[in-house]
């Protein structure tokens, strides 16, 4: 196999930017962050071995209450390499795994058969594809139910069951031999388990036939490796009715990694005990809520229109580093460890909880009044954009900027339970009731109902209606108005230290001086968090430095950070001056 190398970085408070050809020596492994700051966050940790070898990609989570996937694949992040390469996405579906349900809008291995842009499960699946660019094999970590089992046995046992069992779409793929590759771990895993029952078994899906039972397959992301990028790609799944979480995570990670000396990396897997996997969630885990330290069965007081600050003080074991979630009860999914609130609304209690485990429930009690609302009799809307407070009047309008991250709060002054509604966007597919409160909503055009845009006489510029429809309450409505996001400039410094403006032109070339620059900043019409980079496949943090050779042009193509859509890109090459 080629080797394609991956390299990543830690999320950063400006513009996040990915180059080509670091020249700084390279950390064993490091992380970094898409979707920083959504509800959507994707973790991914990036272990380059001691000696080259293949880049294998391994990701659990995708469905979040296959709990053993994404602990499997946490620990897996915390190996040692010594040959090859590992791109482990531990997380991949971190909000249906705050909720332990296999799904939110939909089911995230299922939007693998084209580029879909309806819901955040499609954003995060377009990282996933680039990462997967990467890679020369994977690895899918899954939790199923029962027990596969080629011809019907009983309920639990039966071809409709995908417990205990390594799944392929076929058993060979073009030159590669899936069924070789897979029987020879099942020979060795098997071994070591004494009861039949919970051995693994090869689960051909025939993915390609015809008549295939599994049609659905199709859209996996299993499917995609192999038909897409021609790479082997397998699941592993162990059984959800094998109750020992400690033992199904110790046999997953096994699997995984005899699969992972197949495709020729050797990894060293670090210690744990049974009892750290059985309790990590709950340990180690604390938060203040507007500066008291959340007990489970407490009580916590709070001012109607008062803005709720939550801190992590302790986020649980590192070597499992859970996902925490802070919910209120009248906006079960909103994870407010990720958004602002104003408690413009009572609701009665806050629960806390660590990878889709409740870790402490508050009650919640009220004192004092609302403040009034403004004398002019205007309604005001109360929204967030990208964190920030924002008041606006009955027939405003709001501007923002593609990409922006928007949360309709609620009516300021108000003492009813209010029904706000965005007309485009769809908060619950299964339950399109016109409520659009408190629901992060990034603002993609592409991603609303074209139906409802409306004409506006700035060129290039999509409106949008934001409507009040509380029953009795007076009628009120505000407009969006979304732009394109356009990169203006960005800065670099040479190796002396001297700052280089490059304006920005997409499609276009610039040359530089063979030698090393640091990115320093970069503008563009909205905030520069709001901005990714990508190129070829090495992130680099704001402020470090990348090389510019005669060997290869850098093409730079800068993506939009909470959608990870193009925007798009610049070539850097070395010759000269600095010239355009």
Known sequence: MVLRRIFSTTCLLGLTLMMLAVSHARAATWEHSFFSGTQYPLRVVYIEGSAPGPTIMVQGG???DETSGFVTAQLLSQAKVSRGNLIVLPRANVPSINLCKRQINVDMNRRFDQDYNRFYEDRVARVIRFLLAQSDA??????????????YVDNLRNPKRYGQSIIVDTLVYDKIDLAHTVNTVLNEINSRIGLSDYQFKLFNTKTFDKGTNYPEMRKSLTCYALAEHGIPAMAVEVSKDIRQI???VRQQLAATVMLLQQFGVHVETPDFSDADVRAYARKGVQISVNGRVMHNNSTINLVPGSTLSVKSLASGPREFAPELALFASDRPGVNLMQARRMALEPFSALELRSDGKRVARV??????KMPASPGDDKAVFVCWLNGNPVFVRDGETLSAVEGDQLILEGMWGSDRQEVVNLKGFVAIPWANNGQDLGWEIILDPGNFMTKYSMPTKRPGVTRFRVVR?????????????IEPRTVLALRLADKRGQSLLIPWTSGGNYRLPEGEYMLEAAWSNGPGSKLIATAGTRPLDLGEHFTVNYAKPVELTVRQATTFAGIGSMTFSAGGLAER
């Open 62 to 64: 995708i469905q979040g």
């Open 138 to 151: 994977f690895i899918h970590l899954h939790e199923g139910s029962g027990f596969y089992n080629p011809t």
């Open 246 to 248: 400690d033992w199904k």
């Open 363 to 368: 009650r919640v009690n009220w004192s004092g």
């Open 469 to 481: 429809e509380t029953p009795g309450a007076p009628a009120a409505k505000f407009y969006v108005d």
